[in-house]
């Protein structure tokens, strides 16, 4: 929940409407179809990890990277802490991604962020709702930064987003303004997404997906608040209470 990296949660977790083009009428269908599992606050204090399975294996290629080298850690900084040079810089970085070819051969890829698209698509049952879920994570956000640091020239922090900050009004939140991740709409009341027309990623056509597919649609979202709310300092804080590795994990994972 709230130390998630701005990358994954707004461009590839919300990439899920079976549609080219247009902006709103996106069934949801297919991605609430994949099967991710949350729960809720009084849930998660009843059930305690109960859902957590056993560790899958890690399987990433090396990548090599200039950005860890010498024992240099790159700061992380909060998205609102930031400059606005270095925001922009950092989601022009991701859209460079999308305008550089797949290489590696990856399944359904057309492009590099894709490629980091493919490997998380192929292994979603081996490292969700698993005591791996953290650490392989981790690992995949660290090959995502050597990707835009050493590809894309991106030279700024790495930005991660203090969701418990907008809990419950994440469509307002400055992630969701059109110089930076474009605009964040809510879920239409007959319960659709809508495409992202608008900002830095407007218009972008996304080709795997929805869950194991790999159809062409738009980037589009659908937040809802009912869920967001659920994002709040209380619910991390009942997740690090945890003294035991496998609870902590599921707690967050599901929370």
Same mark, same amino acid.
């Given at each position: 929940?709230?130390?998630?990296?701005?990358?994954?949660? !707004?461009?590839?977790?919300?990439?899920?409407? #079976?549609?080219?083009?247009?902006?709103?009428?996106?069934? *949801?269908?297919? &991605? %609430?179809?994949?099967?991710?599992?949350?729960?809720?606050?009084?849930?998660?204090?009843?059930?305690?990890?109960?859902?957590?399975?056993?560790?899958?294996?890690?399987?990433?290629?090396?990548?090599?990277?200039?950005?860890?080298?010498?024992?240099?850690?790159?700061?992380?900084?909060?998205?609102?802490?930031?400059?606005?040079?270095?925001?922009?810089?950092?989601?022009?970085?991701?859209?460079?991604?999308?305008?550089?070819?797949?290489?590696?051969?990856?399944?359904?890829?057309?492009?590099?962020?894709?490629?980091?698209?493919?490997?998380?698509?192929? !292994?979603?049952?081996?490292?969700?709702?698993? #005591?791996?879920?953290?650490?392989?994570?981790?690992?995949? *956000?660290?090959? &995502? %930064?050597?990707?835009?640091?050493?590809?894309?020239?991106?030279?700024?922090?790495?930005?991660?987003?203090?969701?418990?900050?907008?809990?419950?009004?994440?469509?307002?939140?400055?992630?969701?303004?059109?110089?930076?991740?474009?605009?964040?709409?809510?879920?239409?009341?007959?319960?659709?997404?809508?495409?992202?027309?608008?900002?830095?990623?407007?218009?972008?056509?996304?080709?795997?997906?929805?869950?194991?597919?790999?159809?062409?649609?738009?980037?589009?979202?659908?937040?809802?608040?009912?869920?967001?709310?659920?994002?709040?300092?209380?619910?991390?804080?009942?997740?690090?209470?945890?003294?035991?590795?496998?609870?902590?994990?599921?707690?967050?994972?599901?929370?």
């Amino acid at each position: 929940m709230r130390f998630s990296l701005v990358c994954s949660v !707004l461009v590839a977790a919300v990439a899920a409407a #079976p549609q080219a083009g247009g902006s709103g009428g996106v069934d *949801l269908k297919p &991605f %609430e179809a994949t099967g991710f599992k949350t729960i809720t606050f009084d849930d998660a204090k009843a059930k305690k990890g109960a859902d957590a399975a056993k560790a899958g294996n890690l399987t990433f290629s090396h990548a090599s990277s200039n950005a860890f080298a010498a024992g240099v850690c790159p700061r992380r900084i909060e998205w609102r802490r930031g400059t606005d040079a270095d925001r922009r810089a950092f989601v022009n970085s991701i859209r460079c991604l999308y305008s550089r070819p797949s290489r590696g051969g990856f399944p359904g890829s057309q492009n590099r962020w894709e490629d980091l698209v493919s490997v998380h698509q192929q !292994l979603t049952p081996q490292i969700h709702m698993s #005591p791996i879920f953290l650490p392989y994570h981790r690992y995949y *956000l660290a090959i &995502f %930064e050597s990707l835009i640091r050493d590809e894309c020239g991106y030279r700024g922090p790495m930005f991660w987003w203090d969701e418990t900050l907008d809990a419950g009004n994440f469509r307002n939140s400055l992630i969701f303004r059109n110089e930076y991740f474009s605009p964040g709409p809510v879920r239409t009341s007959n319960g659709q997404g809508t495409c992202i027309t608008t900002g830095t990623f407007g218009g972008i056509q996304l080709n795997l997906g929805p869950g194991s597919g790999r159809q062409r649609h738009c980037l589009s979202r659908a937040i809802d608040e009912s869920q967001t709310a659920q994002c709040n300092q209380n619910f991390v804080n009942y997740c690090n209470s945890f003294n035991n590795y496998n609870d902590m994990a599921a707690c967050t994972e599901q929370g």
